[in-house]
């Protein structure tokens, strides 16, 4: 719960998406009051459902191909294991939730 009241503030950013932490970041770096107004999860779209998460699954997926593909290389020995989708979804459940906290 803020204890500040509405006019104790010199910015205020409505969304919680990349702009809005650039902006807040640059403000307080002026010593500038902020707040931030975020009517869901805090991250916006790329921290919560594009960006990142899509990034790291497209990650797993190229390093599979990559080491399904590799065993036609001469002297190169690889496998890859068949997905295990609980781990992979919950490691990007992870990622996303770090992504959350260091905003």
């Keep these: ?33 902020v707040v ?7 991250g916006g779209t790329c921290v919560n459902t594009g960006c ?6 497209l990650a797993a997926v190229e390093a599979r191909h990559v080491a399904l593909n590799a065993r036609r290389i001469p002297g190169i020995a690889a496998s890859a294991e068949p997905v295990d989708m609980k781990k992979l979804i919950e490691g990007k459940r992870t ?6 906290a260091s905003n």
């Design 95 to 100: 990622l996303v939730n770090t992504m959350r």
């Design 1 to 33: 719960m803020c204890k500040n009241t509405p006019t104790d503030f010199d910015l205020a950013i409505i969304g919680s998406g990349g702009a809005a932490f650039a902006a807040a970041i640059l403000a307080t770096r002026l010593d500038k009051q």
């Design 52 to 57: 990142m998460p899509s990034k790291a699954l």
């Design 36 to 42: 931030v107004v975020e009517r869901a999860t805090i």
